[in-house]
């Protein structure tokens, strides 16, 4: 068993009150004006800015730091379309009779449908996928712990950096989304979790006022 090696905190930034508090509400401000978007804009964007986003991801904490996530990042317009196909049949599914009525309900502020045009339109989405396992660098396999978890914490990482660098994002869910391993060419222990949908805002894009509305402090929180 390997013993763990020590070293002092590296990096830590502490503030004075003031400071922490104005950095809090910079960085709640700048997390505030994130909204979700379902209508791109199909301009490049610059692989450097992703992988720098997928790096910064990557810190996430994780279960015994085994970082169980991969990142299928898919820019290639015929798999894009591949991936639309097989996505509207799933959601074709899901409206016309899968969903039950009180999840369709619940949606309808949104205005989704089965539709996913942003699928192509988009110039990248990044495919989630949650490992259960992983391999070491000597070869052998290891179980992951914490895996939903971990891969939640990351993803929100990714989606926040994505936010910071001026990306808008979606946090697409088509269900099941298994067509993802072999578009992506991962493994079947693989599981996708998210579609991520990133690029530019299109101009004149409109998002549902709903979406826009937090739950308040003395709702989303207590304290004892
Ligand atoms: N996956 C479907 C339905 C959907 C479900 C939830 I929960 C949402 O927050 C949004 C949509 C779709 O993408 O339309």
Same mark, same amino acid.
């Given at each position: 068993?390997?013993?763990?090696?020590?070293? *002092?905190?590296?990096?830590?930034?502490?503030?004075?009150?003031?400071?922490?508090?104005?950095?809090?509400? =910079?960085?709640?401000?700048?997390?505030?004006?994130?909204?979700? /978007?379902?209508?791109?804009?199909?301009?490049?964007? !610059?692989?450097?800015?992703?992988?720098?986003?997928?790096?910064?991801?990557?810190?996430?904490?994780?279960?015994?730091? %085994? #970082? !169980?996530?991969?990142? =299928?990042?898919? #820019?290639?317009?015929?798999?894009? &379309?591949?991936?639309?196909?097989?996505?509207?049949?799933?959601?074709?599914?899901?409206?016309?009779?899968? =969903?039950?009525?009180?999840?369709?309900?619940?949606?309808?502020? %949104?205005?989704?449908?089965?539709? &996913? *045009?942003?699928?192509?339109?988009?110039? %990248?989405?990044?495919?989630?996928?949650? #490992? &259960?396992?992983?391999?070491? *660098?000597?070869?052998?396999?290891? &179980?992951?712990?914490?895996?939903?978890?971990?891969?939640?914490?990351?993803?929100?990482?990714?989606?926040?950096?994505?936010?910071?660098?001026?990306?808008?994002?979606?946090?697409?869910? !088509?269900?099941?989304?298994?067509?993802?391993?072999?578009?992506?060419?991962?493994?079947?222990?693989?599981?996708?979790?998210?579609?991520?949908?990133?690029?530019?805002?299109?101009?004149?894009?409109? /998002?549902?006022?709903?979406?826009? %509305?937090?739950?308040?402090?003395?709702?989303?929180?207590?304290?004892?």
């Amino acid at each position: 068993m390997a013993e763990p090696v020590w070293e *002092p905190l590296p990096d830590y930034r502490g503030y004075p009150p003031e400071e922490m508090a104005a950095r809090a509400l =910079a960085f709640r401000a700048e997390l505030r004006r994130r909204r979700t /978007v379902r209508d791109f804009d199909g301009r490049p964007v !610059p692989r450097e800015v992703i992988e720098t986003c997928l790096l910064a991801a990557g810190t996430a904490p994780s279960g015994a730091n %085994l #970082q !169980p996530w991969h990142f =299928a990042v898919i #820019q290639d317009a015929v798999a894009k &379309k591949r991936i639309r196909i097989a996505a509207e049949a799933e959601e074709r599914a899901f409206y016309n009779g899968k =969903a039950p009525k009180a999840w369709l309900e619940a949606l309808a502020p %949104l205005g989704t449908d089965a539709d &996913k *045009p942003f699928l192509e339109e988009a110039p %990248l989405l990044i495919a989630i996928f949650a #490992q &259960k396992s992983g391999t070491r *660098p000597d070869g052998r396999t290891v &179980k992951h712990y914490y895996v939903p978890e971990s891969v939640g914490i990351a993803t929100g990482f990714l989606i926040a950096a994505l936010h910071d660098a001026g990306l808008a994002t979606l946090t697409h869910t !088509p269900s099941p989304m298994g067509f993802l391993n072999e578009i992506c060419d991962r493994p079947a222990w693989e599981k996708p979790t998210i579609l991520l949908v990133v690029g530019y805002p299109k101009v004149g894009c409109r /998002v549902p006022v709903h979406g826009g %509305l937090r739950k308040p402090l003395a709702e989303i929180s207590s304290w004892i």
